[in-house]
């Protein structure tokens, strides 16, 4: 999360620090690194939009 924070095109504005405060919670609780990146996704494509994506 800090690095999409910190490098996402998009990251900024209302949107982004309601979904950002929402991942952070769901991922407090993940259990598995599959969890994990589905918890980030949409995250990730408000913050980076179509130029962000995570390599599996």
Same mark, same amino acid.
């Given at each position: 999360?800090? $690095? +999409?924070? &910190? @490098? !996402?095109?998009? /990251? &900024?504005?209302? #949107?982004? $620090? /309601? +979904?950002k405060a929402e *991942?952070?919670? $769901?991922?407090? *609780? %993940? *259990? %598995?690194? #599959? #969890? %994990? @990146? /589905? @918890?980030?996704q949409p995250a @990730?494509? +408000? /913050? !980076?939009?179509?130029? %962000?994506f995570i390599l599996?």
């Amino acid at each position: 999360m800090e $690095q +999409i924070d &910190r @490098l !996402g095109l998009y /990251a &900024r504005g209302k #949107e982004w $620090q /309601a +979904i950002k405060a929402e *991942t952070a919670d $769901q991922l407090k *609780t %993940s *259990t %598995s690194y #599959e #969890e %994990s @990146l /589905a @918890l980030l996704q949409p995250a @990730l494509a +408000i /913050a !980076g939009g179509k130029h %962000s994506f995570i390599l599996k």
